[in-house]
Structure formats: C-alpha cells, structure tokens
C-alpha cells in the first residue's frame, strides 16, 4: 500500500523559509515522478514542481523558479521542496503526488498517488 506522507509546513514571517518532506514507502519510486502541489482556500489545486526519481531532473511552475527547489534521497525514499523567500501569497496546503508515469505537463490527473497535505501560511 503506497503511502506518502508530508511533514514540515508552519506559520513564517515573508521572505522566511521552510522545508517540507515527503516520506514515501509501499512500493519501489524509482521509475515514478514525484510532484508537489498546493492549493489555497477558494482555489483550484495547482502544480508547484517536480522531479524524475531516476535521473533527478526537475519541473517547476513559473512561480516558483528561482525561490524553490525540489529534490529527493534515495536512501530514505523522501522527496523535499526547499522554499525559500517565501511570499504571502504562497499561503496554502501543499500535497505531495506519485506518477507512475509522466508525461512532462503540470496535470494532476497524471498523478495516482497523493499525501494527506501540510498546511503552510506566510505572514506578511
């Protein structure tokens, strides 16, 4: 049974940072791309940035790029999304997502596996 579940979200002052974890265990992800996505209250749920377990490369929405890095540990099956100069409006619940198989694109449909989430609120 695949479980993912993320820890390391909080409350930080704007232009803090924070990083969260994803631990993920019940199969093999070496073949899988790990997302993270988050969703503020009244919005749609978004793609934050990915990673190709096997070879590391990396995906990130616009957003992000430059203040937030995706990465994973082989050894203990966890990927982390290091925030950096966070900004109120990256307020939101941030998910961590398995793909079996990734297509190159921010869909969430493509993801089958999900965590429970980690709330995450910056003040300004």
């Known amino acids: 049974q695949v479980q993912l579940v993320e820890s390391g979200g909080g409350l930080v002052q704007a232009g803090g940072s924070l990083r969260l974890s994803c631990a993920a265990s019940?199969?093999?992800?070496?073949?899988?791309?790990m997302g993270w996505f988050r969703q503020a209250p009244g919005k749609e749920r978004e793609f934050v940035a990915a990673?190709?377990?096997?070879?590391?490369?990396?995906y990130y929405t616009d957003s992000v790029k430059g203040r937030f890095t995706i990465s994973r540990d082989n050894a203990k099956n966890t990927v982390y999304l290091q925030m950096n100069n966070l900004k109120p409006e990256d307020t939101a619940v941030y998910y961590c997502?398995?793909?079996?198989?990734?297509?190159?694109?921010?869909?969430?449909?493509?993801?089958?596996?999900w965590g429970q989430g980690t709330q995450v609120t910056v003040s300004s």
């Open positions: 997502a398995a793909a079996p198989v990734y297509y190159g694109t921010s869909s969430s449909s493509q993801y089958h596996y």
């Open positions: 019940g199969r093999t992800f070496s073949s899988y791309a």
């Open positions: 990673i190709i377990w096997s070879d590391s490369t990396t």
